[in-house]
């Protein structure tokens, strides 16, 4: 007997704690207003933001600033909306056998991509042989979001899924080969857009550069380290939307660029602001601040790969070194909280019964003693350029802790690189320790721990950038995705943690509740946790 999907869901899935350029381009143009005269559609949005994106193929990026282009134009079977509960999207609803291997998705009809073509079973069918099968002429890359979560590529021997297929036009068969609990959840992932069969034929490699989805928006051009924009779907089968002409995501790498911009009226929405600057957009009668609800994560890993790293006393005593509370006071201006477990205390299964490491510059020059260096050593600290919503002022975190470890006889030189090539030199592991984080995609422990900390995910390039590997803690993870009891899940999640804090392969640093300005005209914008901004219900009152 088959149970209905949505049942299953708030089992499975929602029972977590609800979380409470261009000025020419500029110009907005109002070609209609709705019956009450409240909502003006039209114009351009301006979003100005820290780097650029590193592709356009969401199936082949991990970054923040990809996905938040990509989701305005590729949709995924399943969504979480603002307060993390699952919805259908592109699907309209599924079912699970009772063995919880085989899995139906109904999908919705009529849906276009912006090419013309259909959105149906085939359709999805054609995007999963893409991204698990490397013999696959369309398969681009080993680095994507796929193999974290399924194990790896087809024809590998921890690969999960059987076979998808067509039942007919609007429902495809899933099947696993093992008890995956998330499952539905792994859909919802905006890593998983659905991308046009025939665009990916045409356009093969370059489908990075030549986005086509089923999304509110269109891809227009895209101007590498300047500007994307993107154009209204005109066939958008949500009847009124998007309100918005066209979005022109814009790159200024610094955040006192970004606020001047705001100010001067020649951008809409800045993120990536120095906490700091946020009271002077409140202060200001022409400007509006919101907080997006923490659902992060910033850390600074350890390349347990190479000494002395691979020393879990040197890698503890770093942890007791750094002044992690003078860190969030200094640059977080009071949008952060300190943090101490490697996902967030919001969701589900988080362990408030771990003790943090205390700051203790004393102990952590015993504990480095007993580890074989009673005068420090030398070594690296990497930190991005840019910066990102869990760390909004990177270089100068990383000038802290430098200074905190020189107290420990730790001489650290401080090395950054712009984002993209700051991605691909960590998840090859050429660092030693480096400043990253985590925004969550998923409503479930298994996004923030699997792809961050499981052994599964070491093979380079890594997702796993503390190379970190302990089979106890994957072995837990595992059972937990195997596991469709939500308490049970819980104590293995809760057992996880545990193991992470005695091996320290991270300082974990801050949540943050991230601040974004907007101008005073722009509505309709609502900050979701998991940076899944829904643009088409945005538009300017002017």
């Given amino acids: ?26 110009k907005k143009d109002s070609k209609e207003e709705n019956k009450d005269g409240a909502v003006k559609a039209g114009g351009s949005l301006v979003y100005a933001r820290g780097a650029d994106s590193v592709g356009l193929d969401p199936i082949n990026v991990t970054d923040g600033e990809s996905i938040r282009v990509t989701h305005a134009i590729f949709e995924t079977l399943f969504e979480y909306d603002e307060k993390l509960e699952l919805q259908p999207k592109l699907a309209e609803s599924f079912e699970t056998a009772d063995d919880g291997l085989t899995w139906t998705i109904h999908l919705k009809n009529g849906i276009k991509f912006h090419d013309g073509t259909d959105f ?134 610094d955040n006192s660029a970004r606020l001047n911009g705001l100010l001067s009226g020649e951008v809409d929405i800045i993120d990536g602001m120095n906490p700091s600057d946020a009271d002077t957009v409140e202060a200001n009668d022409s400007l509006k601040l919101v907080k997006r609800p923490s659902f992060n994560n910033g850390f600074m890993v350890f390349n347990t790969e190479k000494a002395p790293f691979d020393n879990v006393k040197v890698r503890q005593a770093i942890n007791m070194a750094i002044d992690k509370k003078g860190l969030v006071d200094a640059f977080y201006n009071g949008y952060a909280e300190v943090a101490k477990n490697p996902i967030p205390p919001s969701l589900w299964g988080y362990n408030d019964d771990i003790v943090d490491y205390p700051y203790n510059p004393e102990d952590a020059k015993k504990l480095l003693a007993e580890a074989g260096y009673p005068d420090g050593f030398k070594t690296e600290i990497w930190a991005m350029s840019n910066p990102r919503p869990y760390m909004p002022q990177p270089l100068k975190t990383a000038e802290v802790i430098q200074a905190n470890l020189q107290a420990i006889g730790i001489e650290a030189e401080i090395k950054t690189y712009e984002w993209a090539t700051y991605l691909e030199k960590t998840g090859n592991g050429e660092h030693t320790m480096a400043m990253y984080g985590w925004t969550g995609v998923m409503a479930d422990p298994d996004n923030f721990l699997s792809p961050n900390l499981s052994s599964t995910n070491t093979e380079k390039p890594a997702s796993n950038r503390a190379f970190y590997k302990n089979e106890e803690f994957t072995s837990l993870l595992q059972q937990a995705r195997e596991t469709f009891d939500q308490e049970e899940r819980i104590k293995l999640y809760k057992k996880a943690q545990e193991i992470f804090h005695e091996d320290a392969p991270w300082v974990t640093i801050a949540h943050t509740t991230p601040p974004i300005g907007l101008a005073d005209y722009v509505e309709g914008f609502e900050a979701h946790p998991m940076e899944n901004d829904n643009f088409a219900k945005i538009y300017l009152n002017k």
């Fill in 1 to 26: 007997m088959k149970r209905k999907a949505f049942r299953l869901t708030s089992i499975l899935v929602v029972l977590l704690l609800v979380l409470t350029a261009c000025s020419e381009d500029n």
């Fill in 120 to 253: 149906n079973a085939d359709a999805v069918v054609f995007n999963f042989d893409r991204w698990m099968d490397p013999q696959n002429p369309y398969h681009i890359g080993d680095f994507t979001y796929y193999p974290f979560l399924y194990g790896g590529f087809k024809g590998e021997p921890n690969h999960k899924i059987e076979h998808v297929k067509a039942i007919d036009n609007s429902t495809v068969e899933i099947k696993l080969i093992e008890k995956t609990a998330p499952f539905i959840s792994y859909l919802a992932i905006p890593m998983f857009g659905l991308a046009s069969p025939a665009a990916i034929e045409k356009y093969n490699e370059k489908f990075i550069e030549h986005p086509v989805g089923t999304g509110p928006f269109e891809f227009e051009s895209w101007t590498r380290n300047d500007k994307i924009v993107l154009k209204a779907n005109e066939n958008y089968y949500i009847e009124g939307q998007p309100l918005l002409d066209k979005i022109i995501f814009t790159v200024l790498p």
